[in-house]
């Protein structure tokens, strides 16, 4: 729980970090409260979820000192205008009543109706980009970054930006490894995040994963949170039980080389109920 990342600015972030998707606001600061108290430092959430305001509730009642948090927030993706980003990162901080953001992220490089269309929005995304950069610069966020961005999309900002993204969050977990993404990342000194490393529970039936987390004696949420940490990429499990919170946070096993091998040509797609949301609805350009 104390291991950390540099980024490429200097700015260092929690190794694991707890999500907070699908969470309502009403319940999210009691979920913190829990994540704090069990050494958890790292809180993801975006004005897409609906529950910013709780989740600022929670670190601004916490016990541990705000310098000691790292809090991610992710731009709405519809924001693809200068003004409006700007005025949204604002709002942001405003809902969760802090001063100031440590990682904010683009959420998606194209509204989520229009999401992995092949429109890539890449004016949109720069003009977003901006605003980002503009709030870095004066204090309001320490790190900026993107999230679901494919190479072509981080190469607009690299091409055009004034600032390298620092983060790059994004769909990762056994069975679906976007390799050419996490190369790219690899390449331009961007730390890849991996949202949903459970796959949203898709994965916890899959026998092939639970018969390597049986040898580990340990649950197949902390096989695959681990099998992420030991790829260099930096998992947000998300959790609302006590249990679930602090076993997905026990992680001081080492998973051996050949079952990382094993583990990384597994492939599955299927994500239930959960495939009408656009992340996992298998949707590419």
Known sequence: MTETYELSNGVRIPALGLGTWLIDDAAVEAVVATALDAGYRHLDTAQAYGNEAGVGRAVRRAAVPREELFITTKLAAERKDYAEASAAIDRSLEVMGLDYLDLMLIHSPEPWADFRSGNHYFEGN?????????????????????SNFEPADLQNILDHGRVVPQVNQVLA???NLPQDVIAFDAEHGILTEAYSPVAHGAMLANPQIRAVAARYGVSVARLAIRFIQQLGLLPLPK????????DNAELDFTIADADMDALTVIHFADYGEDSAFPVYSGKRD
């Open 126 to 146: 720069l003009a977003a980009w901006r605003a980002l950069e503009d709030a870095q610069a004066a204090g309001k966020l320490r790190a900026i970054g993107v």
């Open 173 to 175: 977990h056994i069975g």
């Open 239 to 246: 959790a609302q039980t006590p249990a679930h919170i602090r």
